[in-house]
């Protein structure tokens, strides 16, 4: 089985591309290959690559960017996969699509979860773009896989973490203030990666959640870490609004992975365990500042 894959030199579409290349035949175009914001590309790529599947991992996700650049957000996120579910419809392929948790408003009650089929509400630019993206996904290809994930980080690209990291190693400071008072679940993007194959493997279709189980601030995120990192640097609670982003954050951003569950596919742990593995294995590259190579 062959699948296209965009936005491969990404964070998560370099994942995939790992814990998928060893089961199917993997195409990787690169961005000046294959521009998904061009009509004319995407159908003649898709038409002579001919793939059994489009994995959509392309998009901008610099959240307070989308707020000022918006023209390009909404290029690549609504234009550029409404292009590849009309290309994949018109050759009867199918399309796995990744969406996000800022579809939604964050305003339920905590703890309580988002579930597949609440009603979207985004609160952000980025968030709306989202969302769209979803629906040209479903009003234009009949075979689909949405996947909305969140509070995504691994050894590759920018992400919260790696922030953290970096102002607690700076050491002009004594103390590092995070908020706590925005809640989610801490994902590892390769075992996104890990759960998407698995969707992929059993020929799946509808909208999935898929985060890591559990939740927690990103105060309790970032204390949780750099304790495991064994960097000793008081983390101290502090408010959204005293830290205020161009772009408006849900306060709950929690994920309930149910259609998982029901199909027996769930295979996302704890987020302090795969948190653990994590800092295991990259541990020692994250505190040198060093990635992981792709391919």
Known sequence: MKILLTGATGRLGSECKDVLKSHYKIIAPDKEELDITSWDKVITSIHQLSPHIVLNCAAFTKVDECETERKISERINVEGTRNLAQGA??????????????????RKRLPQPYFEDDPMDPLSFYGLTKMESEMAVKQNVPKYVIIRAGWLYGIRGDNFLKKILALALKGDQESIYVVNDQFGSPTWLHRLAQQIKLLIDNGKEGVYHATSEGYCSRYEWAKYFLEKMEIKI????????????PAVRPVNSILENRQLKRERLNIMPDWQDDLDIFIDTYGEKLLKG?????D
């Open 89 to 106: 419809a018109r050759y009867d392929k199918s399309i796995v699509h990744i969406s996000s948790d800022f579809v939604f408003n964050g």
């Open 234 to 245: 008081p983390v101290l609670p502090c408010a959204t609004k005293e830290y205020p982003t």
């Open 290 to 294: 060093e990635e992981e190579a792709g």
